[in-house]
């Protein structure tokens, strides 16, 4: 700067040859370009933009669904298409990929060949996200009793070249764009916990990336809804393929506001389900429940209309910061049906120690918002321990994310009430809670905090 003036002030000053004064003239002309280069140059570096993409995932022709452990079932129609798609965030030298997938739960076995096949992101900084459909086909190639597994693996090899392809797009898609991050209650008939009715989390995260400049412009690139539940109105055993509750939430979204819908799971499990109760439980009494699409449009059209709502209060940040980094994760197999499952799938589970696994664990600053990633079906009680402990006023859990291995529960829940055997048997064991929660802040507590709202 002081360079430039003082070009500028010996141009006033000494009436010079043509020849200097041009000189003069050019050098400043030249610093004024470079100077100009040099902001704009950072200002750009630091512009986030965003992408969005997505693929039809449904088989053709359709194959059995699972909804967990056991022979999947047979089917005879679909309700909605099944989904993956992906949004793509680039920041400077900085990308990383959310990617959800209407499945059950989508392991890093698969998800690992995916990210093998995906340019220009690097492989941990790509979050794998199932949306917990209970009528999806098997992707885990559980075994029966007898060790053999029912899973199509010619659709899975499609499947991971769908991810791979749905990120790739996205990435082409990159634009300049704005954010809004809101947090909030989604209200009404959503979501409950089976066991305990009002245990469970009704916050709804919302992140919306929307295209700064373009022909698109302020308009949503995508909608990312963040919400603790399990897809499972239909479940597996009605003869149907389908998103469940998750296909209409897409479409009530895309088609109000535009752009790309995602979904993303929460601390789902033991047993915050999708709230279809016709006549509330009493005592001894069964309970009456709506398992058909129409309660599946109601729920997810409900919960679209909710989280368009959080989001549409929220404030549109100009210059959002991110930033994404992960950890590995290494979990003990204590479960006999897990060590069963793991060792007889064909999907080959390899890695390290015998009867321990390893994950991918990531944390992400999206604007005010931190997301930390749970391989699993965490419990309400574990997901409020950890979005409180978190950096944040929005903290956001991605549930069933890079893997998902059951069910975690705290310590002091594991094998405790009879409500919660099947958790407990369906978890790698005691401790898996535990040394979540435990690293997952350890790597909250190393991270950067996210910006203030
Ligand atoms: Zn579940």
Redesign the pocket.
Known sequence: MKFLLSHLIRFKQKPASLKTEFLFHFSALAFLGFFFFMVTGVIQAQNLRVGAALRIITPNPLLPVSG?IGVPHPVTEKRGDLFVRAMVFEQGTQRFAIVNIDN?GWTSILGNRSRALIKGILPENILIGAT?T?SAPDAYGFPDASGKSYADLAYLDWCVQQIADAVNEATTTLQPATLKVGMGEAKGKIAYNYYAPALYDPRCGVIQAIASSGPRMGKPIATLVNYAV?P?VLGNSRGILSPDMIGPMYQKIEETIGGIALFMNGA??G?ITADTRLTYVKEGQQQKEANNWEECIRIGELLATEAMRIVSEAPVLKNPTIYCTSRKLEFPIDSEIMRYILKKSPLKFVGGKENFVTTQLNLLNIGPAQILTVPG?ALPNVGYYVKRNMNTKMPFLFGLTNDAFG?MLAKVDFNSFKRYEYVSQTSLGEMTAEIYMEQALKLVKESPKPQDP
């Open positions: 967990g059950l917990h209970h399990h499972e789902q499990g047993m079906e069910y």
